[in-house]
């Protein structure tokens, strides 16, 4: 296990911007107590479903099932599933990029623009990004400090894109947010909240030195029930 990890905080009573990413030491377990990998069991649990496993018939409603140990449901028979109908988890959003959830429409237009060996931040005028008011109020941070602002930074994750020509784990992992190459593209890079846009979208426009203009629009992130992740993804 690594040392450390991110934790989302809470300040204080309030909204969503009470909620702050924090570099926490991975807690190690007390006397009695496990440390348990949560991504692990929901993939494993996911695995066994899939091999037939079936779960106890009354895991809900039985003596010391869920509704005994959390409370009885208000609406009990609103649980139960009519045949044919989806499952929730069907309209369930899946991250390909280990950055915050509204940098993704961004990163996948920057994406479908990136050309690393050819674009260059000395290339480009300028590059228009249009994005969600509420992208702009969480993540406008052009120069972030370390690499944990930088996984909340519109402008780090697009020269990201921009640079490596992917934003995986790894990218986000290897960069160095003081980096020449990354450092340069946000100053190339202007950010604007475009009020007409749906949560999931982003437009965005390259103008190079040349005069060649380049423009992509994303209506929905990689990852999203109207999206989903191929699998090479």
Known sequence: LPARMTAIGIKEPGGPEMLVPEERPVPAPGAGEILIKAAAAGVSAALLAEAGLDSEPGALEAKWGFFDAFGQPRAAPMLDRAPGSPYLVEAASLKPYPCSIVIHPLVDACLALANPAELRPGDVRKVKAFVHPRALELADRPHPANALEGRYSLQHAAA??????????????????????????????????????????????????????????????????????????
């Not at 593209?185 to 202007?190: F, G, L, R």
């Not at 475009?194 to 990689?222: C, K, N, T």
């Open 160 to 233: 990201l894109a921009f640079a490596r020509g992917s934003a995986g784990l790894s990218d986000f992992d290897g960069a160095k947010v003081d980096d020449a190459e990354l450092v340069a593209w946000p100053d190339v890079i202007e950010t604007t909240p475009d009020g007409a846009a749906q949560v999931g979208e982003a437009r965005v426009i390259v103008e190079l030195l040349r005069g060649e203009r380049r423009e992509h629009a994303v209506e929905h992130p990689s990852g999203s029930p109207e999206r989903p992740l191929t699998e090479a993804q």
